[in-house]
């Protein structure tokens, strides 16, 4: 009895989580524009970019 109110319990799971999937296409989104909102720059993957790497990142060595 345990057994299949387990399986029963990680179907109706994993039923929920493939209904909660919001697959969204993202849109191009330019990450220079000044209008762009957190949650914009976060779903456009803004905030890994850096910029240019300076001397001083570079030069690893001792």
Known sequence: MK???SIAL???TS???LGCDQSQ???DIDCDSPNLTKDEKQQ???F???GDP???S???GF
């Open 48 to 50: 890994w970019n850096m």
């Open 44 to 46: 456009a993957n803004c």
């Open 54 to 56: 300076t001397d001083r």
């Open 58 to 60: 570079q030069n690893k």
């Open 3 to 5: 057994i299949t109110s």
């Open 10 to 12: 990680c179907l109706v």
């Open 25 to 27: 296409d993202i849109k």
């Open 15 to 17: 039923l929920l989580l």
